[in-house]
């Protein structure tokens, strides 16, 4: 039986101790899904990093066509919505409508403030990562979890103390170290899922 239970201290109403022994049987259970995950994030953030530059730039367009067109549809929207609502949905789509277009009219402006901000979340997941790996240091593979939190939290250190010298690339970068990091942890939980299922067939305690 696991020595901590799921009556954790709550973090932003978030149960921050997992079940062992229950995470042990999901991974057992969906190793294959884990793995392909991993293989896309471990490619991915190899991709990422061989063209940091193009990768910057792409999640530059993405967001900018994304806000965009979603800012578009909200205001021609407003026809289908409640009265109530019309006004703030029309705002809310005037508002991504041009934010959209000043990403992608302003794109060094709009590159400094991304990297910046995208930096500022890392370093919380990544806090939070190895938050989460110390109260769970029965769970499966927690010292991976917990040094891919550091990697992300230093990275974000690194980039932040060179910002914005290099905006044009270091946001390519920055996702490319942290999907790196996710694919190789992935992985290893998928294969260490994978073992964990082939004994629970073999002793026959478990249909996975």
């Not at 938050?131 to 980039?159: E, P, Q, Y």
């Not at 103390?161 to 270091?170: K, L, R, V």
Request: proline share 1%; glycine share 10%.
């Amino acid at each position: 039986m696991s020595s901590y239970s799921n009556e954790g201290t709550p973090l932003l109403g978030l149960t921050m101790v997992v079940d062992a022994a229950a995470f042990d049987v999901q991974l057992a259970s969906d190793w294959g899904w884990i793995l392909s995950a991993g293989i896309i994030n471990l490619i991915a953030g190899i991709c990422a990093l061989f063209c940091p530059t193009a990768a910057t730039t792409v999640v530059l367009v993405f967001l900018a066509g994304g806000l965009i067109v979603v800012g578009a549809i909200n205001m021609m929207g407003v026809c289908y919505v409640e009265q109530c609502y019309r006004s703030a949905t029309f705002v809310s789509g005037a508002v991504q409508l041009a934010l959209g277009i000043l990403m992608a009219t302003h794109s060094v402006t709009s590159l400094k403030v991304l990297t910046s901000v995208v930096a500022a979340l890392f370093m919380v997941e990544g806090i939070f990562r190895c938050t989460l790996s110390i109260k769970n240091r029965d769970m499966s593979g927690w010292g991976l979890s917990f040094a891919s939190g550091v990697i992300a939290v230093v990275f974000s250190i690194l980039v932040w103390s060179a910002f914005p010298i290099s905006s044009e690339y270091t946001l390519g970068i920055l996702l490319g170290v942290n999907w790196v990091t996710y694919g190789c942890l992935r992985i290893a939980l998928a294969m260490y899922g994978r073992a964990t299922a082939q004994t629970l067939i073999t002793s026959g305690g478990s249909n996975v």
